[in-house]
């Protein structure tokens, strides 16, 4: 595939080859990125990108869909098998129109939803501001608890009292713990809401089962399928058989058009790569890596939000270093080492400019990095960190993490095929 593309537009074809380049030359700690299989890959680049299959299986509005067919049923099978869950709609384009569907579902427009608030670790379509979430739906947001930087159900129940939401979001994608989403139901039960759990972040993590899944205590449970779970950019919903119907037809024709059968295709096939032992465990390293890079950097006297973590992410709180994140991030990418500036709860910075850096282990532990080299990236990170305004250490620290890189290349396949190899 990749002659043909340099043959025909070699532009293009370096700029990709650029971009391998740059994921395997570096340290990539974005919580929300990873390496997929080749199999996922070539499944998300093959000729199912060339087929409209507007509607479901066996009820589509275009003809030619013997194949398609077979693959969404796969691809709903799988993720039934592997969430545990009555229903499953492989076709949101992404975790934010899957959210988006789900509320659609099951609240009118003008009607309250209460989510994780953007500035303590929710995500924009759990109700920000700036999100259509809090434009098409009246939103509420309930906070970490400030010094603990943990979810405060005293708090989240109390506001659910006073405001009567019609539905609760459970779910962050910047908090590093785990989260009870059996308290989550049963506050959402207290007020008459339904629960929607968005475990994008953690969702391989769930699926490992490292982390209590959310399904028995959840109306409707939305996830990306490209972070922890490691398959192609895409969302998914799953849901009680009660809801089937309505979460499928506020998907397509609600807010979609026809499916990205492609991505559907890979999705299928990152459901069958996460559904091995080898899965459980990579999660279980996850954390694991996660941990030991959390320990690490307190010991070089970084503050971490809520002291460590649970999963696969960290947020740092910088303040302590006068450090702003986002000037972090930038030195610490001219050092091969790739994160993102977040805002932290109670953030006096703007997220624009925020006082957090959020870093997280999933990429680095597919290309089989362990404990050690977690540690050995805390340093790195430290080593800049102290030398933020030193363009030498920081150009020798990213040949340290080159060579860390070169150690540990991007693996193709992380599973046995079926012939054991
Ligand atoms: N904003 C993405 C993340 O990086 O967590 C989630 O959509």
Do not use: W
Not at 9 to 18: T, V, W
Not at 304 to 310: A, I, N, Q
Not at 362 to 382: D, F, S, V, W
């Amino acid at each position: 595939m990749m002659n043909a593309l340099e043959q025909y537009d070699p532009q293009i074809y370096e700029l990709i080859r650029q971009e391998q380049a740059r994921q395997s030359g570096a340290i990539r700690l974005i919580p929300s990125e990873n390496y997929v299989s080749r199999a996922v890959m070539l499944a998300s680049g093959g000729c199912l990108t060339n087929k409209y299959a507007e509607g479901y299986p066996g009820h589509r509005y275009y003809e030619g869909q013997q194949v398609t067919d077979l693959i969404e049923k796969i691809a709903q099978d799988r993720a039934k098998k592997l969430f545990k869950a009555d229903h499953a709609n492989v076709q949101p384009y992404s975790g934010s129109v899957a959210n988006m569907a789900a509320y659609a579902a099951l609240v009118e427009p003008g009607g309250t939803i209460m989510g994780m608030s953007l500035a303590d670790g929710g995500h924009l379509t759990h109700g920000g501001k700036v999100s259509f979430t809090s434009k098409f739906f009246k939103s509420v947001s309930y906070r970490v608890n400030p010094e603990a930087g943990r979810i405060d159900f005293d708090h989240v129940r109390d506001l659910a009292k006073q405001h009567r939401p019609k539905l609760i979001i459970s779910g962050a994608t910047a908090y590093p713990r785990e989260i009870d989403f059996k308290i989550f139901g049963e506050i959402a039960q207290e007020v008459g809401a339904y629960h929607i759990s968005d475990i994008a972040h953690i969702a391989g993590l769930v699926v490992a089962g490292i982390h209590k899944s959310p399904v028995p205590y959840a109306d409707v449970v939305s996830t990306t399928t490209h972070k922890t779970l490691r398959g192609p950019r895409g969302g998914m919903l799953l849901c009680k058989d009660e809801h089937a119907k309505k979460v499928d037809r506020a998907v397509f024709p609600g807010l979609q058009g026809g499916p990205h059968m492609h991505t559907m295709t890979a999705i299928a096939v990152a459901m069958a790569e996460a559904d091995t032992p080898e899965f459980v465990a990579y999660a279980e390293q996850v954390v694991k890596n996660a941990k030991a890079l959390a320990e690490k950097l307190l010991e070089y006297g970084f503050n971490l939000v809520s002291g460590g973590t649970d999963n696969h992410l960290i947020l740092i709180d910088l303040r302590n270093k006068n450090i702003p994140g986002k000037k972090l991030a930038k030195a610490l990418d001219r050092a091969r080492i790739v994160t993102n500036y977040n805002s932290i709860p109670n953030d006096p910075s703007p997220p624009a400019n925020p006082s957090g850096l959020r870093i997280g282990t999933p990429a680095i532990t597919t290309r089989g990095m362990k404990e050690e080299q977690a540690r050995e990236i805390a340093k790195l990170i430290n080593k800049v960190t102290e030398n933020i305004d030193n363009e030498s250490v920081i150009e020798a620290v990213g040949k340290e993490a080159l060579l860390l890189c070169s150690q540990f290349p991007v693996p193709d396949h992380f599973i046995k095929n079926s012939n054991g190899r």
